[in-house]
């Protein structure tokens, strides 16, 4: 099983991104699908996920990108995407895609060898 995640690049502010979680030897509409970042110095943050219907269903997303960014899943491709809206410097980061999400009380604990290559997305003022 595995995801990789793509889309990332330079932007300005004000643009979009779309980012791609793309997975294999699984379905994404069997596992909850998160998305984190990391910027520079600063910890992991949890940036949006898509629950399971088993799981409930429900989208979450953090407070710093409510409004701007929006989660979705496409079965025929077994993508899930990140399309990010007005961009801002401070979304400057490597994201990442993995099959746990947030709120889950497991993430602090979550090694950094874990962690896949990301997508680097770069927002220029």
């Known amino acids: 099983a595995q995801l990789v995640e793509s889309g990332g690049g330079l932007v300005q502010s004000g643009d979009s991104l779309t980012l791609s979680c793309a997975a294999s030897?699984?379905?994404?509409?069997?596992?909850?699908v998160g998305w984190f970042r990391k910027a520079p110095q600063k910890e992991r943050e949890g940036v949006s996920c898509?629950?399971?219907?088993?799981?409930?269903?429900?989208?979450y997303y953090a407070d710093s990108v409510k409004g701007r960014f929006a989660i979705s899943k496409d079965l025929a491709n077994n993508t899930v995407y990140l399309h990010m809206d007005n961009l801002k410097p401070e979304d400057t980061a490597i994201y990442y895609c993995?099959?746990?999400?947030?709120?889950?009380?497991?993430?602090?604990?979550?090694?950094?060898?874990?962690w896949g290559r990301g997508t680097q997305v770069t927002v220029s003022s």
């Open positions: 898509m629950y399971s219907e088993r799981n409930g269903g429900s989208l």
């Open positions: 993995t099959i746990i999400c947030p709120e889950d009380p497991l993430v602090p604990s979550i090694p950094e060898s874990y």
């Open positions: 030897g699984f379905s994404v509409d069997t596992y909850d």
